[in-house]
Nanobody, 127 residues
Framework: QVHVEESGGGSVQAGGSLKLSCVVS????????MGWFRQVPGKEREGIAG???????FYVDSMKGRFTISRDVAKNTVYLEMSDLKPDDTGIYYC?????????????????????WGQGTQVSVSS
């Protein structure tokens, strides 16, 4: 049974940092490619970063610099470290699996290709 669970969100002031975790069961993150996404109020869900095949990291251009992904295959957990947080970063953060293996193999980083979504973790940044 597949289960994806994000945690680590919270309320921080602008300039603060958070580290999110995504614990997976039911499949191995060493075999399947994972991505981090967020949904901020009033906007569609958007990609942040992900792991391609062989653990290659990919970042959406607008997310480079303040977001860092990592993973621990033994713990079947992926992480998202966020620094210098801004009020515009407020939203729900999700991780998910690339179900079509398109992004995994070097294709476009599309929300539509991902599934097995967790429930998300809320990040709130105050000014």
């Amino acid at each position: 049974q597949v289960h994806v669970e994000e945690s680590g969100g919270g309320s921080v002031q602008a300039g603060g940092s958070l580290k999110l975790s995504c614990v997976v069961s039911g499949f191995s993150i060493g075999v399947h490619c994972m991505g981090w996404f967020r949904q901020v109020p009033g906007k569609e869900r958007e990609g942040i970063a992900g792991f391609r095949r062989y653990g290659t990291m990919f970042y959406v251009d607008s997310m480079k610099g303040r977001f860092t992904i990592s993973r621990d295959v033994a713990k079947n957990t992926v992480y998202l470290e966020m620094s210098d947080l801004k009020p515009d970063d407020t939203g729900i953060y999700y991780c998910a699996r690339d179900l079509r293996n398109s992004f995994c193999g070097g294709g476009y980083f599309s929300v539509a290709d991902f599934g097995d979504w967790g429930q998300g973790t809320q990040v709130s940044v105050s000014s």
